[in-house]
């Protein structure tokens, strides 16, 4: 008795575990964060961010949110992290954002973000505005994870055991966007070579509309 052939439908219901946004940022988005940047590295009176931050990273500056607002970037933040929100837990109530604080990250040879998650808040998200040309090591047989951002999951398993991814390395081109849980892991390797590797990173709250703000503990 001859093989028939039969179709069977087939899908992934991607319904638990943490889920990371990709957006990909347009020219004027990119340059305008750049024109920003720019500005803050040439103001003497920058704040630095990097004494409650994780990174062994020298110019870690905050950024203005009345500076990002004025801009007109403010609600184009807010508007993406919503539709991320939306897309995610899928609720049918308007979603609130507010973003409560953004920094910028100057890295340079040998500088690197260890693991480390955000408190505080419950979106976390960084963008890309410079990315160098990396000296390779050339080791044989590594792969080269260097200027990498890694996101890492709670699973402590090979993934052909436990059916789940427990990490991700993702080499960020300029204009990438990542929005992913304030709570998950992550970290960037450092690399080497010059030139600056420039990104922007920030947090925010979302709510639901009219409903009392979340309270968040978290110790310092």
């Not at 319904?15 to 024109?35: A, H, Q, R, T």
């Not at 994870?145 to 993934?159: E, L, M, W």
Request: hydrophobic letters at 35%; one cysteine or more.
């Amino acid at each position: 008795m001859g093989l028939r052939e039969e179709k069977i439908g087939y899908e992934i219901l991607n319904v638990f575990g943490p889920k990371i946004g990709v957006v990909k940022l347009n020219d004027f988005i990119i340059n305008k964060m750049i024109e920003i940047t720019d500005n803050l590295l040439k103001d003497d009176t920058r704040k630095s961010n990097g004494f409650q931050l994780a990174g062994q990273i020298s110019e870690e500056p905050m950024i203005d949110l009345d500076v990002l607002k004025e801009s007109g970037l403010s609600e184009v933040f807010k508007q993406i992290l919503v539709q991320h929100a939306n897309s995610v837990i899928n609720v049918e109530e308007e979603i609130e954002i507010n973003i409560t604080e953004m920094w910028m990250v100057s890295q340079y040879e040998n500088e690197y973000n260890p693991i480390h998650w955000h408190e505080g808040c419950t979106l976390s998200c960084t963008l890309y505005l410079k990315i160098p040309e990396y000296k390779p090591r050339s080791i044989p047989g590594k792969k080269n994870r260097d200027g990498q951002i890694a996101f890492i999951n709670s699973n402590p398993s090979s993934p052909f055991v436990s059916m789940e991814t427990p990490m991700i390395t993702v080499p960020p081109e300029v204009g990438d966007m990542f929005i992913f849980p304030s709570r998950m892991l992550h970290c960037v390797y450092p690399f080497q070579g010059e030139g600056e590797r420039r990104s922007v990173a920030f947090n925010a709250l979302h709510q639901i509309a009219n409903e009392k703000p979340f309270k968040i503990y978290y110790t310092k």
